[in-house]
């Protein structure tokens, strides 16, 4: 499988971000969910190699992303399933054309406008800092 590449392209780090966030949200970081305590016993009295999850994105940034896909996918349904799909679910840019009846190139095309949607929702953010 290609490796998704980011740098010097246009819209990149939004691009980066997305992938990020989609890595955070597979993993299920800043989702509360029930622990056991044995589980928890376990998990702090066994040795293992590389520690917690480590991502490049705080989890505020990713709820904020995840509230600008959620904005997106209710403005424009296709295009915000397009990006959920591609950063969320990892999916490839062919076999989510494939499942809508189209090509390739407008697959990547329609989420090339929803990556430029969500860097205009992410520009209150930038101005914020």
Not at 49 to 59: E, F, R, V
Request: aromatic content about 12%; proline content about 4%.
């Amino acid at each position: 499988m290609k490796k998704r590449e980011f740098l010097n392209k246009p819209l990149g780090d939004t691009e980066w971000l997305l992938e990020q966030w989609g890595w955070w949200r597979m993993d299920g970081s800043g989702v509360p969910r029930y622990v056991s305590p044995l589980h928890a016993l376990i998990r702090d009295n066994t040795n293992y190699q590389g520690g917690p999850k480590q991502y490049s994105i705080l989890d505020d940034t990713a709820l904020f992303i995840d509230g600008a896909v959620a904005r997106l996918s209710a403005r424009d349904q296709q295009m915000g399933d397009f990006i959920w799909l591609y950063f969320g679910a990892k999916w490839p840019a062919l076999r989510i054309a494939r499942d809508n009846g189209m090509g390739e190139a407008k697959a990547r095309e329609i989420i090339k406008a929803g990556v430029a949607w969500i860097d205009c929702a992410l520009e209150g953010l930038r101005e914020a800092a």
